[in-house]
């Protein structure tokens, strides 16, 4: 099955603090469809259980996202962190596996609950694993074992993906027509309880100078939870939880007398051949192919504000519990802000948002280098930082969220708008992973570029600089600091990508201007695909 929900997003899920949600425009639109006569009868179950698979989705999510933060106070690389970034990307590729997931079940034990329940005992699995190697990988030999972390992480995040098919389909039969609006508040409002709890709540409650400062009265060396334990308890809930759906929750067919279902249900019930046959037909047409032209490369120019900037700040020392606490003021401006864009981007134009956002966001690339480059001079003696610096921080993320989401809303109005309604669960579904897939692949070469650009050299006390060693990862960071030497950054390679996005970005501009142009006059025809 094809959906027509955005994914999850991919660009600033990171500790650049910029949530970037991908599904919140479209739910908005999913509910504006929505019969307006809902009915709450005999639904409370099923809502209250579709929630807490979306929120079980988004722990693994969150807890992924809180890694970065940890890696960079253990002095990793940028290239270590490009090769971590990876995990994010099941999300982005899920199209590929999700016409399996849909076609091939078991009758007996139901479509979804198929899947559903061995992939929630797979996620338990890893995450009770994990609890018992995580903190080897995070300090072996000295290092973080980025190798191990990225496998096992994106093991969680490709079962959530897959777990995400299972559930956005079974969203569909098991609650009742008139109230399927209410899948999408669902998943929204599940998924970012989950990340909540996996991202800002376990680093929060993770960090000791956090739990010392306002949670007790003696301090402690560590904080209130740790990975290994948070792990271990969320598998643990996974197991119970999965064995209770398994159990107790029957799975019901759709109703196929309903003629208004129809439509839908027959491309639901595409065979795997089928559902990869109209993915080709539908990326065969020349409006197609230039649009994932656009939304693969649109996002370069801000590839190294959005991921590297939040990294920085936490190399500067603000702490990371602060760095992500700070996401929470900004939780009401992004309910807020795609209720207001899309006043402006439902005529048939809606890309020209789009376009006019598009240098604003930009200059912020000027503007978070600035940010990390004055954060030093806010930093105290014993290392904190004032009030009136985080503040000042929220002001410039929420400020960059009007361009963000700008550029979202607008997409996603035309992505409704050419979508060929004939096939719009897979139309939609190929765009948004097209998007976010565009948003993913420039932020790792961000990260992995900027130790490239990076010029250091490793200087004992008495000013010796030792030409063999460049500080290049943490273990040779780790040999100067223990030779009593101190790594200085000659040049930060964070600056020169900085400059080398923002030319990109407007030479970008340029071309894709005319684009972008080109496919809104576009005639209907253009983006309807062909029976034959």
Known sequence: MM????????ENERSSLIENDESTYQIKEEMKEAPQIWSWKGEGRNIALLFFLYLLQGIPLGLTASIPLMLQNRHVSYKEQAEFSLVFWPFSLKLLWAPIVDSLYSSRMGRRKTWLVPVQYLLGIAMLFLSTKVDQYLDSEGSPNIKMLTIGFFS?????????????????????????????????VGQTAGYFLGYVVFVAFESADFCNKYLRSQPEPFGLLTLSGFLYFW?????????????????????????ESTGEDAEHNLSIVESYKLLLKIFKLPAIQWTVVVLLTCKIGFSASDAVTGLKLVEMGVPKAQLALLAVPLVPLQIVLPLFISR???????????????PYR??????YAGLVWITPQFQSSDGQFPFYYYLMVV???????VAVYSMFVAVMAFFAKVSDPQVGGTYMTLLNTVCNLGGNWPSTLA??????????????????????????????????TDGGGQCIVDLDGFYVESLICIVIGFLWLRWGRRVIHQLQSKDESAWKVRNN
């Open 362 to 367: 930009l200059m912020f690339g000027f503007i």
């Open 447 to 480: 990260l992995w570029s900027v130790d490239a650009l990076t010029w250091k050299s490793c200087h004992s006390k008495d000013s010796i600089i030792h030409e063999t060693n460049k500080c290049r990862n943490a273990a040779e960071t780790l040999e100067c």
């Open 235 to 259: 598998g643990i809930v996974f197991f119970i939880t999965t064995t209770f759906v398994w159990l107790l929750k029957r799975e019901k067919a759709p109703d196929c007398t309903n003629e």
């Open 156 to 188: 969680l995040n490709f079962l959530a993906a897959t777990q995400d098919i299972a559930v956005d389909g079974w969203a569909l039969t098991m609650l009742h027509r008139k109230n399927v609006g209410y899948a999408s508040t669902c998943n929204s």
């Open 3 to 10: 959906r027509k929900r955005a994914e999850l997003p991919s």
């Open 344 to 358: 402006y981007t439902a005529g048939p134009r809606p890309m020209q948002v789009f376009i006019n956002a598009i």
């Open 395 to 401: 002001i410039i993320y929420a400020i960059h969220q």
